[in-house]
């Protein structure tokens, strides 16, 4: 790179999807497991994985790219529909080329954002191996396929913190450089990270001890939250981002930070608009409220719980944006507003996505859309949000291809 | 006025609150429901409403004016305790005119944002004169108490629209130039606005007809949203503005703007410094997703339902941005992201607010940081949004104190 005229050929994207092929879990599940483990088939017509009682198919959205707007449907979609860059890490390269996408961090589709899927299973020791089945494919097969291309993040089981630091280690050891979890673990059934019995921890130290950075999805909650029952589905999806900024106030108060100051958090798919407002308003009741609400008194009139592990005193030093500063990452994939306001949020915390192969995705306009959005930053800016930001957080060194 | 130079010594505040004194309900009421009705006791000590079979105390944190942050409560407070400015008018005017507040739009307290109390009411014969008498006091004793000062803002009887729309036809004659709704109705046990009966409709075309602004204030849906159970307090309610983007994106979505052309609505206390992120969100959404998501397609893996009421040629023409130009208005306490943003927003949309007595007020401070944090603006804007915008959409004339 020329550090006088950083390049800005290519991005790396934070936030892309893997449809994953038929063999990951036959491939590497012990034999005695493989009969009960993820099978692909072909039911009435309709390709599905069948595992832990369950048949599902793909949903069309989730294999989107190269469809017109007007062809995207939520209905099941077979592997001979999509394009292969779906499902195939060298046919990924060829768009990912395309569209100067140099490299990407990519997000599970059938164990679901954060591995919801294994949660769920009744079967917890042949779910560990199927949590250690994916990692390893992820690992050896799709960003072993081309080194300096796709940024590891691993899935764990997240049913026992203490499983999920061994898992955090064994793949760190391996290169694994992230970790996804859980927006919010409460609709999962899982304690909070408020939990006073601080539940989390081992899973937490081990991805601040690795240096793997914690990767949430938006849906990683598997929850679609609905402003009302009757709410139609584009409106619940254009408030989609209230659960990611729930996820930022909660771990910005949650003391996680001072105490484990090598934690990073990437708010994945998130986008970074809304960002500003939040914070300003959670440095306001921070310093209105603290005093009373620190208490712990139920508001009169107000059905919700009030919940309290705070005194005065744990938030009288609380610097939120400093905290944000060095801990969270916004993640945006098309963001004017955000991006229109990239010095409140912080020109190092913020990295582009291009949600490949799913319907808000940019693809095939990935750095042609970046580069007009990004046209009034310096160049160094620019490089910062292009690459900069992720090369960093990741600690990876992207390899470019040679064209 | 002088046209050439606008006063910038005054605002108007789209939201205050009243405490309502011990006479409002036992003066006007028949006397056959006087016992019933309303009253005003001390029990052990403390100052209550009892009414419905229920005791209420007045939250210190609705009467905190003038106190320092150390001492906001939410435990029962006294009328001996309170700055006189809580419960009467013509104190209150005192206090008006030493923080620059020329005119000031008030919510109820007692009856909660917009009625609720009397929606609850078992009684409902009984809770509709509450909610005249409520509403004939407000114009005659608080608004009357100082012509141009106050912006009369009326509750209706929530469980009936038809009783609704008589009651803003009834107090629209009188001066009414405010209706007070809820921000979601469903919490209260009550149709949303999607729904496919148009329940709601004779009270928004009362409202229309007689040109009464829809407030929707913050908590009005008498929920404090949780992100989860064991959130503290004070990282939901720095999440609270999430319900106000909520409303926005519905009734932006609603179709209820295009069948009635005269309907305006207020985001009391909502903030503004996410306006331009969800705005910009729900036109991409709009655009990418309104194929799919119109067909009323369950998501997979997602627990929530996905309503739906439209078809894509319902969406196909919708232009968010024009319908809230058009039909909606943001307003603030102090937001410095927002007013940074004004111009995206839209300088004739947003109005700012003092809240007092409540503890997110600005109160004695109001007119000296509106001052500072408007300072960036032309004086036409800053005009607009200290008061011009408020005396145009509420068609109030203010009347300025000789002082």
Redesign the interface.
Known sequence: MDTAAPSLDWLISVDDHIIEPPNVWQDRLPAKLREAGPRFLTIDGVEHWVYDGKT??T?G?SAAAGRR???????PIQFSEMRPGCYDPVARLADMDQAGILASLCFPSFP?FCG?LFLESKDKELALKCVEAYNDWLIEEWCGAAPGRYIPMIITPLWDPRLAAKEIERCAAKGARAVAFSE????LGL??I??PSRHWDPLFEAAADAELVICMHV?SS?????????????????????RT??TM??WL?SGYFKRMPGLKIALSEG?I??I???L???E???????????????????????????TPDD?ADVNLRQLFRDHVYGCFI?????L??LD?IGVDNVMIETDYPH??STWPNCISLAHKRLAHLPADVQYKVLRGNAERLYRFQPVEPVR
């Open positions: 599902i198919p949903s959205l707007k007007e062809e995207f449907s939520p209905l679901r919801q919010n673990p409460a609709p304690p909070t408020f939990d849906g598997s929850q679609l939250p609905a402003i009302s029952p009757e709410t139609p589905a584009i409106v619940n999806l254009a408030w989609g981002a209230v900024a729930g106030l909660e108060f986008n608009g809304w500003p407002y939040f300003e308003r959670a306001q009741v921070l310093e209105n409220q603290r005093h009373w609400a620190a208490r712990g008194i139920a508001l009169d009139g107000y059905e919700a719980s009030v919940a309290n592990n705070f938030l098309d963001d004017i507003h955000g229109n306001n409140v319907t808000d």
